[in-house]
C-alpha cells in the first residue's frame, strides 16, 4: 500500500495505538470469524486514515488539528498504556472541551467508518460482515453490455469548451432532472452540468465505500461546520434520486396552504399543484406494489398497531418487472436492479432522447450575468486522471439545481441572489433509536422505507416529526454506535443482525445558513436550537423508545455519547428511560444526528428582502436565473421531499417553456 506521509513517526505510531483502542483485539471463548481478535490496524486502518488526511476533503488548518491531537495523546502517554488506560486517556480528552471532542470524535467516526465498511481487494468483502450479520453484496452487477449508458456524455478534448444552448441547468438530481426533461420536450436547447460523474447499474456494486466515494457529495461524510450534523447528499447523474430509497410522498395540504398564502406560490393550494404531483407519479410509475416490510419496518407497524399510532405503506417510484426485494435494501449504493425510477432512467433520459447534452465531472463557479440578466455559465471540467478544462455555456436561462448547498454557493461566488442567498436553511433533523430483538431483523432485505407513521407531524401549528426507518449500512452504523470501549462497541454491532433501528424526522421551524469560504466552497452553519425543534426532537427519542418496546425489544440504545442502553430485564421502567433519553445532552458531537434532506437556502418567496427567487422561481435580482431544486423551498416540506422538488420543478420549467 503507497501511504501519503503526512505525520510524522510519533504521529503515525500513535494514530495507530488510537484505531487499534477504538477497534481493539477482544479476548472471547469463541471466535470462528476472527472478529473478536480483529483489531482495526489488522484491516490497515490507520494508513487508510492517513491516505483521507492527505487528501482533498481535509483543509490544512483540519489536518494541522489532527497532529496536534496525536500530539497530545502521546505527550499524555497514551503509546505506552494498556487498552483500558488508552480508553480513559480518550474518554478524558473527549470530557475537556470541544475542540478535543472534535478531534477524537472524527477519528473515532473514521476507523468505524472503514473498519465495518473497507472490502478486501482479495474478496470484496469485510472480513467482519459476518459476524455483525451483514450480507455484502448479493448479486454481480450487469455488464456494460448488458446495462449500456443510454445518455450521451460530452467530455472536453481541448483545454476549453464553449457551448450555447436556450437554457443550462445545473444539477441533473430530484429538480434539475426534471427541469432538464420537461423544457428538452418543449423544444429547448438544453445543456446540463452536472458536478458529480455518470455511473448506472453495471458500475453498481453494493458497496457502500464506494458508494460514497463516487455517488455522493464530499465521499458521504460532509458535516455542519460545527460538526453537529452528518450531511448526506447525492453527487452523481441523477444526484439523490440514484441514492435516496424511494420514499415517494407527496406535498401536505398544510405546507401547501401555508407556502401559498405566507409566501405567494400561486395555485399551489389546489388543483393546479396536483397536475403537477400526479404528472410526476405517473412518470416515475409510483407504486406500492414493491412496499415489502422487512423487520425494521414491520416492528414500526407493529408498535404503532399496539400503541393506537398511524402507520401508512410508503408508495415508491420503482419498476414492478425489475423490483428484486432480495436486492432492494442495497439502493442507497445505487440500484444494481434497474428498478429504482430516479431522474437517471425518467426525466434525464427524456431530455437526452429530445437531443439535450450532458457534460458530467463539471463544477459550475459561477453564473456569468450581463446587465443584470444571465448570459450563461462558467465552470471546471476534471477527469479521473485530473485533466481540467475550462467550461463555458452561454445560455439566457440558467436553471441552478445543484442541492441546497451547493446552489446558494453559487449564488455567493456570482455576487446575485440577494441578501437571502444561502439563508433559511433547513435539515429535517434526524436521529437513530435502535431496537435489539430475539430474532433476525433482516434490515437489508426489502426497500429500506416501506412504512411510517405520522402520528406526531403536526404537534404544534403544523410543525411535529415523522417516525421512520433507516438504510443498512454497516460502515455508518459503526460510526453512530455509541462507544465506551472496544469491547463494548464490538458487542453492540454483534447484535447487528438482531437490530432494527427507527428515525425521528423533524419538520424544522429554526434555520441555518449557507455561506462559502475563501476558496469559494460551501460552508454549512446549523445548530438545533429552536425551541420547538427542540422539543419536537426530544419528544421523538421518548416516543422511538416506547416503539421498541410496544414492538417487543428486549434491549433499546440511542446513539448518544455517553452509553444509554435499556434492558427489559434490566429492572428500569421504560418509562425512565425513555425520560433518561428525552433528557440527554444534543450539544456537537453528544448524540448521532444526521440530514438527508437540505432544504431553503435559496427560497422562492414574495419579498425580495428574504427569499432569493420570485414565487416561480426566478431571482428577485437577475432575470434569467431560476432555482430549481430544494433550495426554493420557503420552509420545510415536512415529509421525504423528492416529490414536492419534482413538481416544483415542474411548475417552474413550464413557467420557463411558456416565455
Given at each position: 500500500?503507497?501511504?501519503?506521509?503526512?505525520?510524522?513517526?510519533?504521529?503515525?505510531?500513535?494514530?495507530?495505538?488510537?484505531?487499534?483502542?477504538?477497534?481493539?483485539?477482544?479476548?472471547?471463548?469463541?471466535?470462528?470469524?476472527?472478529?473478536?481478535?480483529?483489531?482495526?490496524?489488522?484491516?490497515?486502518?490507520?494508513?487508510?486514515?492517513?491516505?483521507?488526511?492527505?487528501?482533498?476533503?481535509?483543509?490544512?488548518?483540519?489536518?494541522?488539528?489532527?497532529?496536534?491531537?496525536?500530539?497530545?495523546?502521546?505527550?499524555?502517554?497514551?503509546?505506552?498504556?494498556?487498552?483500558?488506560?488508552?480508553?480513559?486517556?480518550?474518554?478524558?480528552?473527549?470530557?475537556?472541551?470541544?475542540?478535543?471532542?472534535?478531534?477524537?470524535?472524527?477519528?473515532?467516526?473514521?476507523?468505524?467508518?472503514?473498519?465495518?465498511?473497507?472490502?478486501?481487494?482479495?474478496?470484496?468483502?469485510?472480513?467482519?460482515?459476518?459476524?455483525?450479520?451483514?450480507?455484502?453484496?448479493?448479486?454481480?452487477?450487469?455488464?456494460?453490455?448488458?446495462?449500456?449508458?443510454?445518455?450521451?456524455?460530452?467530455?472536453?478534448?481541448?483545454?476549453?469548451?464553449?457551448?450555447?444552448?436556450?437554457?443550462?441547468?445545473?444539477?441533473?438530481?430530484?429538480?434539475?432532472?426534471?427541469?432538464?426533461?420537461?423544457?428538452?420536450?418543449?423544444?429547448?436547447?438544453?445543456?446540463?452540468?452536472?458536478?458529480?460523474?455518470?455511473?448506472?447499474?453495471?458500475?453498481?456494486?453494493?458497496?457502500?465505500?464506494?458508494?460514497?466515494?463516487?455517488?455522493?457529495?464530499?465521499?458521504?461524510?460532509?458535516?455542519?461546520?460545527?460538526?453537529?450534523?452528518?450531511?448526506?447528499?447525492?453527487?452523481?447523474?441523477?444526484?439523490?434520486?440514484?441514492?435516496?430509497?424511494?420514499?415517494?410522498?407527496?406535498?401536505?395540504?398544510?405546507?401547501?396552504?401555508?407556502?401559498?398564502?405566507?409566501?405567494?406560490?400561486?395555485?399551489?393550494?389546489?388543483?393546479?399543484?396536483?397536475?403537477?404531483?400526479?404528472?410526476?407519479?405517473?412518470?416515475?410509475?409510483?407504486?406500492?406494489?414493491?412496499?415489502?416490510?422487512?423487520?425494521?419496518?414491520?416492528?414500526?407497524?407493529?408498535?404503532?398497531?399496539?400503541?393506537?399510532?398511524?402507520?401508512?405503506?410508503?408508495?415508491?417510484?420503482?419498476?414492478?418487472?425489475?423490483?428484486?426485494?432480495?436486492?432492494?435494501?442495497?439502493?442507497?449504493?445505487?440500484?444494481?436492479?434497474?428498478?429504482?425510477?430516479?431522474?437517471?432512467?425518467?426525466?434525464?433520459?427524456?431530455?437526452?432522447?429530445?437531443?439535450?447534452?450532458?457534460?458530467?465531472?463539471?463544477?459550475?463557479?459561477?453564473?456569468?450575468?450581463?446587465?443584470?440578466?444571465?448570459?450563461?455559465?462558467?465552470?471546471?471540467?476534471?477527469?479521473?486522471?485530473?485533466?481540467?478544462?475550462?467550461?463555458?455555456?452561454?445560455?439566457?436561462?440558467?436553471?441552478?439545481?445543484?442541492?441546497?448547498?451547493?446552489?446558494?454557493?453559487?449564488?455567493?461566488?456570482?455576487?446575485?441572489?440577494?441578501?437571502?442567498?444561502?439563508?433559511?436553511?433547513?435539515?429535517?433533523?434526524?436521529?437513530?433509536?435502535?431496537?435489539?430483538?430475539?430474532?433476525?431483523?433482516?434490515?437489508?432485505?426489502?426497500?429500506?422505507?416501506?412504512?411510517?407513521?405520522?402520528?406526531?407531524?403536526?404537534?404544534?401549528?403544523?410543525?411535529?416529526?415523522?417516525?421512520?426507518?433507516?438504510?443498512?449500512?454497516?460502515?455508518?452504523?459503526?460510526?453512530?454506535?455509541?462507544?465506551?470501549?472496544?469491547?463494548?462497541?464490538?458487542?453492540?454491532?454483534?447484535?447487528?443482525?438482531?437490530?432494527?433501528?427507527?428515525?425521528?424526522?423533524?419538520?424544522?421551524?429554526?434555520?441555518?445558513?449557507?455561506?462559502?469560504?475563501?476558496?469559494?466552497?460551501?460552508?454549512?452553519?446549523?445548530?438545533?436550537?429552536?425551541?420547538?425543534?427542540?422539543?419536537?426532537?426530544?419528544?421523538?427519542?421518548?416516543?422511538?423508545?416506547?416503539?421498541?418496546?410496544?414492538?417487543?425489544?428486549?434491549?433499546?440504545?440511542?446513539?448518544?455519547?455517553?452509553?444509554?442502553?435499556?434492558?427489559?430485564?434490566?429492572?428500569?421502567?421504560?418509562?425512565?428511560?425513555?425520560?433518561?433519553v428525552h433528557d440527554g445532552p444534543l450539544s456537537p458531537y453528544e448524540?448521532?444526528?444526521?440530514?438527508?434532506?437540505?432544504?431553503?437556502?435559496?427560497?422562492?418567496?414574495?419579498?425580495?428582502?428574504?427569499?432569493?427567487?420570485?414565487?416561480?422561481?426566478?431571482?428577485?435580482?437577475?432575470?434569467?436565473?431560476?432555482?430549481?431544486?430544494?433550495s426554493a423551498f420557503p420552509s420545510a416540506s415536512g415529509t421525504n421531499?423528492?416529490?414536492?422538488?419534482?413538481?416544483?420543478?415542474?411548475?417552474?420549467?413550464?413557467?420557463?417553456?411558456?416565455?
Open positions: 500500500m503507497v501511504v501519503t506521509v503526512v505525520l510524522s513517526e510519533i504521529q503515525r505510531d500513535t494514530l495507530a495505538k488510537v484505531c487499534d483502542t477504538f477497534a481493539p483485539p477482544v479476548a472471547v471463548d469463541e471466535d470462528p470469524t476472527g472478529f473478536w481478535g480483529r483489531a482495526a490496524s489488522d484491516l490497515q486502518i490507520p494508513a487508510l486514515i492517513e491516505q483521507q488526511l492527505g487528501g482533498e476533503l481535509v483543509s490544512e488548518d483540519q489536518l494541522e488539528g489532527f497532529r496536534q491531537l496525536l500530539d497530545a495523546l502521546a505527550d499524555a502517554g497514551f503509546g505506552d498504556a494498556p487498552q483500558e488506560v488508552r480508553e480513559q486517556i480518550l474518554h478524558g480528552f473527549m470530557d475537556s472541551g470541544p475542540e478535543a471532542l472534535a478531534g477524537v470524535s472524527a477519528l473515532r467516526g473514521l476507523t468505524m467508518l472503514l473498519f465495518y465498511g473497507v472490502p478486501d481487494p482479495a474478496t470484496g468483502r469485510n472480513p467482519n460482515w459476518e459476524a455483525i450479520g451483514y450480507p455484502g453484496p448479493r448479486a454481480a452487477p450487469p455488464s456494460p453490455e448488458e446495462a449500456p449508458k443510454t445518455i450521451a456524455v460530452t467530455r472536453p478534448d481541448e483545454a476549453d469548451l464553449t457551448l450555447t444552448a436556450d437554457v443550462v441547468v445545473v444539477g441533473s438530481g430530484s429538480g434539475g432532472g426534471v427541469v432538464a426533461g420537461t423544457l428538452a420536450r418543449a423544444g429547448k436547447d438544453v445543456v446540463v452540468l452536472e458536478a458529480g460523474g455518470y455511473y448506472n447499474e453495471a458500475d453498481f456494486n453494493q458497496l457502500e465505500l464506494w458508494a460514497y466515494e463516487r455517488l455522493y457529495r464530499a465521499g458521504g461524510i460532509a458535516q455542519t461546520a460545527n460538526g453537529s450534523f452528518a450531511l448526506q447528499t447525492g453527487s452523481n447523474l441523477g444526484g439523490g434520486s440514484t441514492v435516496n430509497w424511494t420514499n415517494c410522498l407527496r406535498t401536505t395540504p398544510r405546507v401547501r396552504e401555508e407556502w401559498e398564502r405566507e409566501h405567494g406560490l400561486e395555485g399551489l393550494a389546489g388543483p393546479a399543484f396536483d397536475r403537477h404531483l400526479d404528472e410526476v407519479f405517473a412518470r416515475l410509475q409510483v407504486t406500492d406494489a414493491c412496499s415489502d416490510l422487512n423487520g425494521p419496518n414491520t416492528r414500526l407497524r407493529e408498535a404503532c398497531e399496539r400503541l393506537g399510532y398511524d402507520f401508512k405503506v410508503i408508495t415508491r417510484n420503482a419498476d414492478r418487472e425489475r423490483y428484486d426485494a432480495e436486492l432492494a435494501g442495497f439502493i442507497g449504493f445505487g440500484d444494481v436492479t434497474g428498478a429504482k425510477l430516479g431522474t437517471l432512467k425518467t426525466y434525464l433520459q427524456d431530455a437526452a432522447d429530445a437531443g439535450a447534452r450532458f457534460i458530467v465531472d463539471c463544477r459550475v463557479e459561477r453564473v456569468l450575468v450581463e446587465h443584470g440578466r444571465a448570459v450563461g455559465v462558467e465552470g471546471t471540467y476534471r477527469d479521473a486522471d485530473g485533466r481540467a478544462a475550462r467550461v463555458v455555456v452561454r445560455a439566457p436561462q440558467v436553471v441552478l439545481a445543484a442541492g441546497a448547498l451547493d446552489t446558494p454557493a453559487v449564488l455567493l461566488r456570482s455576487g446575485i441572489g440577494g441578501p437571502a442567498a444561502g439563508d433559511y436553511l433547513r435539515l429535517h433533523p434526524a436521529t437513530v433509536v435502535v431496537g435489539v430483538y430475539d430474532e433476525a431483523q433482516r434490515s437489508w432485505w426489502g426497500a429500506p422505507q416501506t412504512g411510517l407513521s405520522d402520528e406526531f407531524a403536526d404537534l404544534e401549528d403544523g410543525y411535529g416529526f415523522l417516525v421512520e426507518t433507516s438504510h443498512a449500512s454497516p460502515g455508518l452504523t459503526g460510526t453512530a454506535v455509541p462507544w465506551e470501549s472496544g469491547r463494548q462497541h464490538k458487542e453492540t454491532m454483534a447484535k447487528g443482525s438482531m437490530t432494527s433501528a427507527l428515525v425521528v424526522l423533524v419538520r424544522d421551524r429554526g434555520h441555518g445558513r449557507v455561506t462559502i469560504d475563501g476558496a469559494g466552497n460551501p460552508v454549512p452553519h446549523y445548530e438545533l436550537a429552536d425551541e420547538l425543534d427542540v422539543r419536537h426532537f426530544r419528544r421523538g427519542l421518548a416516543e422511538l423508545v416506547r416503539m421498541h418496546d410496544a414492538a417487543g425489544a428486549r434491549e433499546v440504545l440511542a446513539l448518544s455519547r455517553k452509553l444509554q442502553h435499556w434492558h427489559r430485564d434490566g429492572g428500569e421502567p421504560v418509562e425512565a428511560f425513555a425520560r433518561r448524540h448521532a444526528l444526521f440530514s438527508l434532506h437540505h432544504m431553503g437556502s435559496a427560497r422562492m418567496g414574495a419579498d425580495p428582502g428574504t427569499s432569493v427567487a420570485n414565487p416561480w422561481g426566478e431571482l428577485h435580482d437577475t432575470t434569467g436565473v431560476w432555482i430549481g431544486d430544494a421531499p423528492m416529490i414536492t422538488t419534482m413538481a416544483l420543478a415542474r411548475r417552474t420549467a413550464e413557467t420557463i417553456a411558456a416565455q
